[in-house]
């Protein structure tokens, strides 16, 4: 008897067992009885049949998926290397676990043809220059893809662009020419402003001799501060007039 009630307790205790699951909040379980979708449940307790009913989990968090980098030839014929990283969760777990096989997969294997596609299509400066551009294409695309598997896009960042090491020469180049035209432009519009500003002094200096004078001095005054041992400077005719004219 003894031995029965053993034999019992055991079949009672596997059968909770395989009948009580506990769902975490951020999981939904896929209830199939007899093959046939019966509903999503959780979080918390559920209660099955067993060898009557089958499970599957599935996780309602943001996924963060890295796509590999990807040999891409651009518009302007181009070979270079993209790499992105991509964040979805699923939305609808019903559509998740029956619409597709395995939606982390299809989700990374289309984002990897997405990027290429979308690369391919722009060229090299246009990939460089507009990066969150290309982001939210690729984005909308996917998102749009994955909405009959349940599963949401909610953003892509292409993470990594590699070029070739002639085209990362080429550009070094073209940096450097660009930062000297710049250097040059600013220089040639500091001279500019400069004669502007010397042309004005000798307007103003003409109309007032007087000014003229007072800055000789102050020129006088600056080259006595220095240490120099002899100073030549010619005498402007007006002061030699008018010490002539104090004279007599």
């Known amino acids: 008897m003894s031995l029965v009630l ?20 951020y999981e939904r379980a896929v209830v199939l009885r007899l093959g046939k979708f019966l509903a999503v449940k959780g979080p ?21 998926l890295d796509v590999p980098p990807q040999e891409v030839i651009t518009r302007d014929n181009v070979s270079i290397r993209v790499s992105a990283v991509v964040y979805f969760r699923v939305l609808d777990p019903e559509k998740a676990f029956l619409q597709v096989e395995d939606y982390h997969y ?3 294997q ?3 043809t997405t ?4 690369c391919g299509q722009a060229e090299l400066d246009e990939i460089l220059a507009e990066r969150e551009k290309l982001n939210m294409k690729i984005q909308e695309i996917l998102d749009a ?11 892509v960042e292409i993470k990594e662009i590699d070029l070739p090491e002639e085209m990362k020469r080429a550009m070094a180049k073209q940096a450097e020419a660009e930062r000297e035209r710049r250097a040059k432009i600013i220089n040639a519009e500091g001279e500019l402003q400069a004669a502007k500003t010397l042309l004005e002094a000798a307007q103003i200096m003409a109309q007032n001799p007087i000014t003229l004078q007072l800055r000789y001095l102050q020129t006088l005054t600056e080259i006595s501060t ?10 402007p005719l007006e002061i030699l007039r008018a010490l002539s004219g104090a004279s007599k």
Do not use: H, Y
Not at 228 to 235: A, Q, R, Y
């Open 44 to 64: 918390g307790l559920i209660i099955l049949i067993p060898v009557i009913d089958k499970m599957r989990k599935l996780d309602l968090r943001i996924v963060t």
């Open 6 to 25: 053993l034999f019992l307790v055991i079949i009672l205790i596997l059968f909770l067992q395989a009948s009580i699951k506990v769902i975490n909040e």
């Open 226 to 235: 220095e240490k120099n041992s002899t100073i030549l400077f010619p005498l």
């Open 115 to 118: 990027l290429r596609s979308i």
């Open 145 to 155: 893809d994955t909405e009959p598997w349940g599963v949401k896009v909610s953003k």
């Open 110 to 112: 289309l984002a990897q």
């Open 106 to 108: 299809a989700t990374s």
